[in-house]
C-alpha cells in the first residue's frame, strides 16, 4: 500500500502561481511512478505530468506544457507540481497518483485525497 497526502491547494488571483506537494509513504517511493491529475467540477478526471525514476522523464499534458512544472525529491518521498500564470480554467481538485511501472496517464492504483486549486478572475 502506498499513501499519498497532497498539500498547497488554494485561492490564487489569474495569472498567480501555486506550488502543490504529495507526500508518500508506504512504499519504496523511487519504484513509482508519480503523477498529478486534475478534476474541474463537472468534468471528468484528466492527467496533468508524470515523472518517473528520479525525474529523468517527465510527461506533460498539453494545457500544462509551458505552464506547470512537475519534480519529485525520492530521498524526501515528495512529488511537487509548480503551477505558473494560472488560469481561472485551471480551477480543480489536484489528485497525486502513484504506481510502478507506468509511464504517463494510465494504470496508477494508489491515490490521494485531492487539494483544491481555486484561480480567480
Known amino acids: 500500500q502506498v499513501q499519498l497526502i497532497e498539500s498547497g491547494g488554494g485561492l490564487v488571483q489569474e495569472g498567480g502561481s501555486l506550488r502543490l506537494s504529495c507526500l508518500a509513504s508506504g512504499q519504496p517511493f523511487s519504484l513509482h511512478t508519480m503523477a498529478w491529475f486534475r478534476q474541474a467540477p463537472g468534468k471528468e478526471r484528466e492527467f496533468v505530468a508524470s515523472?518517473?525514476?528520479?525525474?529523468?522523464?517527465?510527461y506533460y499534458a498539453d494545457f500544462a506544457e509551458g505552464r506547470f512544472t512537475a519534480s519529485r525529491d525520492n530521498p524526501k518521498s515528495t512529488l511537487y507540481l509548480q503551477m505558473n500564470s494560472l488560469r481561472p480554467e485551471d480551477t480543480a481538485v489536484y489528485y497525486c497518483?502513484?504506481?510502478?511501472?507506468?509511464?504517463?496517464?494510465?494504470?496508477?492504483?494508489?491515490w490521494g485525497q485531492g487539494t483544491q486549486v481555486t484561480v480567480s478572475s
Open positions: 515523472v518517473i525514476g528520479s525525474g529523468e522523464n517527465i
Open positions: 497518483a502513484a504506481n510502478p511501472g507506468v509511464r504517463r496517464d494510465r494504470g496508477y492504483n494508489y
